[in-house]
């Protein structure tokens, strides 16, 4: 029903950074939440961030607090998450996923998945 797309990845350097964005086609985040989760080889899909489009209302994990952020564009239909100081622990898969207006860490209550884009960080 809604199709995502991530884009954005690539391979950088421990403490270096990288914006990965996700839009939506056909339609706008207006009244969705936003998550952003990753899998790295060998582990389970984690959450990572979320973002609520109307209020711009943010929510973090611990292990990325402080150095990644997202937000909204509502002129390019675009949902970002800005990655600092970059961790080879970072290595992963990144999603994004939407669901119904509320932020949720929980991987299962979110009902359209992009694709993933691969983000690699180098010691």
């Known amino acids: 029903q809604v199709q995502l797309v991530e884009s954005g990845g690539g391979l950088v350097q421990a403490g270096g950074s990288l914006r990965l964005s996700c839009t939506a086609s056909g339609r706008t985040f207006t009244n969705y939440a936003t998550g952003w989760f990753r899998q790295a080889p060998g582990k389970e899909r984690e959450f990572v961030a979320a973002i609520n489009w109307n209020s711009g209302t943010t929510y973090y994990a611990d292990s990325v607090k402080g150095r990644f952020t997202s937000s909204r564009d509502s002129a390019k239909n675009t949902v970002y998450l800005q990655m600092d100081s970059l961790k080879p622990e970072d290595t992963a898969v990144y999603y994004c996923?939407?669901?119904?207006?509320?932020?949720?860490?929980?991987?299962?209550?979110?009902?359209?998945w992009g694709q993933g884009t691969q983000v690699t960080v180098s010691s």
């Open positions: 996923a939407v669901r119904w207006f509320t932020i949720s860490s929980r991987s299962y209550e979110y009902q359209n």
